[in-house]
């Protein structure tokens, strides 16, 4: 479903280019569950955030389901974004003054989706997330997991077919972070395409294929 | 089955309700935020409004102070206007006296209804022991109804003595305060010089007309007051047409009548209130570049407030204009959000705004009797569609740079320049 080839991304930081990505090629297929990990500054960020249609690489080819989105313009990256991609990022991004409800309704307010059905699909989240009890709360009343499973549940309402986690766990405690992470996982069992970026050895370990990344450049999968 | 399912239901594209919804959230729940600019915008719309209306007022001030002898009345002055287009001359003695007897004569041209005869002077007016110096006006009944003279009590000078000497007198509010404090006036003698006058009127107060303070005039019938200043001429002679049409041929009448009976020489002059105001026209159009110019300066505050404001409360939304995109908004919606919210608030805080500085306007107005304060309509509109214009502008701007950024940096703070 995700093709890479080629991929490169540089920043320019004052009179240097940083090249955070070099070469990078990669097949996702529908249905995995992939581990990116790397020492910091390997590039795991910006590869999300490139797949994830957050930012746009320097060169290279990125096809999604045999699109490439570089030939897209912004109104259909944007509408490819609310259809197929789920990003949760480590530090939650939460809407301060909405509720955890109306923080989960967000992208199905964006994306048109009418009233009616919102609420149905809602309700139905809530219950899976275990947020039921939390639904009225503003993100500054919940803890760091219920944060990230309302950030979960609002990357998924759209039922996108792949979610990207950068660190979801990162800032959280090691229960809530197992919580969080069996919630990824029983998505993916469902049936979607779990990305995770994770310096967690043991969290790597449970993906079913890992990709280590060292200095924007891609390493052998040792055990996949 | 997911893919089914979402194209039977998104149409990505924000309903309206769903838009208005987001907005008044964002309003009512950043409250702090939300006051801040609504007092920002709101403030720059009074200004502009106090502030013209104040410039307005004074101009109104000045018209209708020069307004008060009304379309109808022709003024006569003794001597020839040399200069076209300047200003008659107001006091002076002229080579040929404008007498009693002219007066009479164009009191029967048919085209006049009234004439009312001035004469002017300064004297000391006394009444038990307590003495002041006071304008001396010498006229007749009519004077009073051209002048818009109301009588608080008692009554006018007689009509039969129009133009005969009799020893009346009707007293202006504050010198009838000032001589007899309290006491009642009517029917009490006056001394005016050496000559004794009786009451038999006294002034509503009616402020400074014409630049004559009303309130401390003493009016006496013209004969009396020509003995008392010992003079044959007029100061002014008024004439009131029947027919404002006619207004220029009796004007011509006029000037060829005196003119006859002034053994064939035009030496008085004759002018319409009309042609007063238009000699008044440079002042008049200093006056209105002066509210021109109040508005522009206070637009130019106000917008500079309601343009920082607007920069300010959208720049520090960047991180949500990144995530609003995260999550799939186009940079077309996340503007049309942006310019929604700031068209909402622009609206109410402009209309309160404007109703405020009316309110305000309305108890200045109910305050102050002799000036009235009223904001031009021009300007009324150019406040509500600066404040409009310009919150719409400065919140579009901040919006549309950040919006065009990848939403990984817009997420981040990051500004357009650390872009690869
Ligand atoms: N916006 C940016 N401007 C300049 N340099 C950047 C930017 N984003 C990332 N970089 C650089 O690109 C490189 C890769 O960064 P990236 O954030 O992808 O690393 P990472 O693997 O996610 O690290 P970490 O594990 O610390 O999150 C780093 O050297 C970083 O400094
Ligand atoms: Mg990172």
């Known amino acids: 479903m995700i093709e890479l080839r080629g991929l490169q991304k540089g920043f320019q930081v004052g009179e240097q280019v940083v090249q955070a990505l070099d070469e990078v090629s990669l097949t996702i297929s529908a249905g995995e569950y992939l581990a990116i990990m790397g020492p910091s500054g390997s590039g795991k960020s910006t590869l999300m955030n490139i797949l994830g249609l957050l930012d746009q690489a320097s060169a290279g080819e990125y096809l999604l389901d045999g699109v490439n989105v570089n030939q897209l313009n912004e109104a259909k990256r944007s509408q490819l974004r609310s259809e197929k991609i789920g990003f949760v990022f480590q530090s939650y991004h939460l809407v301060p003054r909405l509720t955890a409800r109306e923080n989960i309704e967000l992208p199905m307010v964006l994306a048109g989706v009418p009233p009616r059905l919102r609420q149905q699909k809602l309700d139905e989240l809530l219950e899976k997330l275990n947020l039921s009890e939390r639904a009225q709360h503003r993100p500054s009343q919940l803890s760091g997991g219920q944060r990230q499973r309302v950030a979960i549940g609002r990357a998924i309402v759209m039922r996108p077919r792949m979610l990207l986690a950068d660190e979801p766990t990162g800032n959280l405690d090691s229960t809530s972070g197992a919580a969080v992470t069996d919630l990824l996982e029983s998505l993916n069992a469902d049936g979607i395409t779990l990305v995770l970026v994770t310096h967690d050895q043991a969290l790597g370990a449970r993906a079913r294929r890992q990709i280590n990344m060292f200095d924007g450049r891609l390493r052998a999968e040792p055990n996949g | ?420």
Do not use: C
Request: proline share 3%; hydrophobic share 50%; aromatic share 8%.
């Open chain 2, 1 to 420: 089955m997911g893919d089914l399912e979402r194209s039977l239901t998104a149409s990505f594209m924000m309903a309206w309700a769903d838009t208005f919804i987001f907005v008044s959230q964002v309003l009512m729940r950043q409250r702090f935020r939300t006051v801040v600019l609504w007092v920002a915008i709101a403030i720059g719309v009074i200004a502009v409004n106090l502030l013209t209306a104040l410039g307005e007022g004074a101009k109104s001030y000045v018209l209708s102070e020069f307004n008060v002898l009304g379309r109808h009345t022709l003024i006569t002055l003794p001597g020839k206007k040399e200069t076209r287009g300047g200003m008659p001359p107001i006091t002076g003695e002229s080579p040929r006296a404008l007498t009693l007897k002219d007066a009479q004569a164009v009191s029967r041209l048919s085209g006049v209804k009234t004439v009312a005869p001035l004469v002017l002077g300064n004297i000391e007016v006394s009444y038990a022991g307590k003495i002041r110096e006071s304008l001396v006006m010498g006229s007749s009944r009519s004077f009073f109804a051209l002048r818009h003279l109301v009588l608080a009590r008692g009554q006018l000078l007689p009509e039969r003595g129009r133009f005969k000497g009799e020893a009346v007198a009707v007293i202006g509010s504050r010198l009838r305060d000032e001589l007899f404090a309290g006491k009642p006036a009517l029917g009490e003698w006056l001394r005016l010089g050496d000559s004794r006058f009786r009451v038999i009127g006294v002034l509503k107060t009616s402020g400074t007309r014409f630049g004559f303070d009303m309130d401390e005039v003493v009016i006496i019938p013209v004969v009396s007051a020509q003995s008392l200043f010992n003079v044959d001429g007029l100061f002014r002679l008024f004439a009131e047409v029947r027919h404002f049409s006619q207004l220029d041929t009796v004007k011509q009448q006029m000037v060829e009548l005196l003119k006859q009976r002034h053994e064939g020489e035009e030496d008085v002059t004759v002018i319409s209130q009309d042609a007063m105001l238009s000699s008044l026209q440079k002042i008049l159009d200093t006056l209105t570049y002066a509210v021109s110019g109040i508005a522009a300066v206070s637009m130019l505050v106000a917008g500079i407030l309601i343009m920082n404001m607007m920069i300010i409360t959208v720049s520090q939304r960047r991180k949500e204009i990144g995530l609003l995109k995260a999550l799939g908004a186009s940079s077309a919606l996340v503007r049309r959000l942006f310019l929604a919210e700031a068209g909402l608030i622009a609206a109410l805080a402009a209309l309160s705004g404007w109703m405020l500085s009316h309110l305000v306007l309305l108890l200045a107005n109910n305050y102050f009797s002799d000036i009235q304060f009223h904001s031009p309509w021009w300007a009324q509109a150019a406040s509500i569609a600066l404040a409009l214009g310009l919150s719409l502008l400065f919140a579009w701007l901040p919006a549309q740079r950040a919006s065009s950024l990848a939403p990984v940096q817009a997420l981040q703070g990051k500004t357009a320049q650390a872009q690869r």
